[in-house]
């Protein structure tokens, strides 16, 4: 190799790092914390920079984007980088005769990582990506729902682990019980919010059997009836983890934690295997510091002072549903046979499911103003509880020209209708800043209830998303190419998806101008599945169930690429209970010293109990309290 190792291992005096992660988004996260904690040292490379104060926190956190929920609208934009563009044509047809126009009119606009391979009609156009510590979770909206279980032998959303069904529901159990902990999810915190109950009572009472409730949410109120609440991160992932102080911090079996280094602006580029191929294992992943390359051409060739190789004993790629398929496409062995997912991969790729079985989630949408008997009947204080009775009350004495009864800072609504086996889609009646739905200057905030209903599509192997090798994205990776196609199976169940929202939407209100009920670009639900799918065997996946990939001994996946499943609700509580596993697999690896590629009949085993004490024992040291106010049960 014409490249040296990272200054890390120098640095650090770690001449092999137990465990490499690429991706410091909630998932990588939670491999770092588990790993690091339970006394492992880990390097961890990100892409991004660290845009946020403390790492990975939450943008929204910030008092301007929790005074004017709208604003936090254009954040997201900025923060969102499209996928795959597909050429525009360089003609415009209205400028002015004297400008440019290129000398052959056919030809098309190359920069900015269009991609010329890129159809228009078997796009995700609205798939994109977000580069910096937190990764997408600096921004998300924090709903996490569990997956709709199977029912008898109809899977539904939930991947299934053990054919045995009482086996699966008790892993799964234990697992979404950790992941909730993890990041801190409650159905709470919008107990007080008028909104709220407004929206809830109407609904419970259209739909009495639907399980109407609040939408699961990880976050919590900063105090008890203040209007701010802390969203949470992956900041509330690594908890205490870049504490200086806590370095040394204990587990509960008196095991210091381990080194954690993570290094921003810096790009996995690729994995190495071994000088022997016999059984495929990583031995160095290949890194380039995008700071130092500022200063060299734009070569993609590997060179010294820019690049550099980064040794470990496990790999972890936890860098997001289209990077993660894309740093293993970019990866060869020895002989230059690429791990797969390339557009011309030979058939004998070492990982010939890469980037197949794609899905995405249609996604419908729309947005209401508050019907008049509803805004009316929460402007009547009279058999409403204390709480609701002194706001309204209090926020008319002090604006009586108000017209609406709502305070200001009131909290706004945040309601789902869960899935069901005759409904399977997921469901959010809210307020929130996404990339799009700005309520606008015409009407006042308060009354606009989003509607965002999220259906499944089923897994094909011809619905691929592929890694070119003539073109590379804007950071020097292979470009993504998607062939997508909304899947026959299920668009019975997206048009009635459809019919249910906008009967939800007449229980609540009228439809707001612009934003009546309409299907969204695919792709703008960001809950790409399937890129790096897990499976009970190898033909039709990527790696098993503890995300270790098929044929080698040390190389794991991590996020929402890796569920097989054709799934509604939003997937990273479910990506976080697959890491779970993972990193206790890891860990059992490194403990062991034994390193052993997966087999199919190779039973795998329940997550032990111990793994996930810290999630669930409060005087665990590790507990993650979230910096909640005292007076909250937790
Ligand atoms: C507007 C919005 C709303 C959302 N709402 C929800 C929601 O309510 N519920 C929900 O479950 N999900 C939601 N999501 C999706 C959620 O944020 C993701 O599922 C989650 O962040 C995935 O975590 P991850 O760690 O797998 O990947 P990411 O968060 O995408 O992080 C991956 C990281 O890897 C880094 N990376 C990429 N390539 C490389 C490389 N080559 N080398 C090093 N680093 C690399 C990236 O820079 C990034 O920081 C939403 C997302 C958005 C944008």
Redesign the pocket.
Known sequence: MSFDPHPIHEREGIVEFDVFI????????LFARQLVDAGHNVVL????DQSTAVPGSHKKNEIEYQKDIDRFVRV?QG??STVSVPTSSTVIPELDPAAWRASKPEQSILTNGRNPLQKTHNNLGAE??????????T??????PEFLKRSGDTVYERPIIFEDVAKDNKEWGVLYDAARSIIGTSETEFDHSIRHNVVLNALRKHYPDRGVKPLPLACHRVAENSPYVMWHS?ENVFGDMFDKKQEKKKNANGVQRGKFCMLVN????RLHLQNDPAVPSIVTAE?RDLLAARLADETHAPSPGKDYYIRAKTFVI???????P??LANSNDLGGRPFGGRRDSPPSALIPNLGRYITEQPMAFCQIVLRQDLVDDAGNVEGKPEWWKKAVVEHRSKNPDDPLPFPFRDGEPQVTIPASYERPWHT?IHRD???YGEAGPRVDSRVVVDLRFFGRQDSEINNKMIFEDKFTDA?G?PQPTFEYEPSVKFADEASRMMNDMTDVANKLGGYLPGSNPQFMTPGLA??LGGTTRLGLKAQDSVGNYNSQVWKFNNLYV????LIPTAFA?????T?MCLAIRAAHKIHMDLENKSFKPPSEDTPLEHIPPEWVRWTNDPNHPHFPHHNRPPQKSI
């Open positions: 690429a991706g410091s988004g909630p998932i990588g996260a490379v990100e892409m991004g997201i923060a969102l994109a990506v977000t580069r910096t510590v937190g990764g997408m979770s921004h998300w909206t924090c709903a996490t992956a810096t790009r996995c580029t890194v936890a860098a997001g549903a289209v990077a993660t894309q740093i959010q800043a996404f990339s950071y990776m960001l809950h991590g996020g929402n690429g609700a939003n997937p990273t509580l990506s």
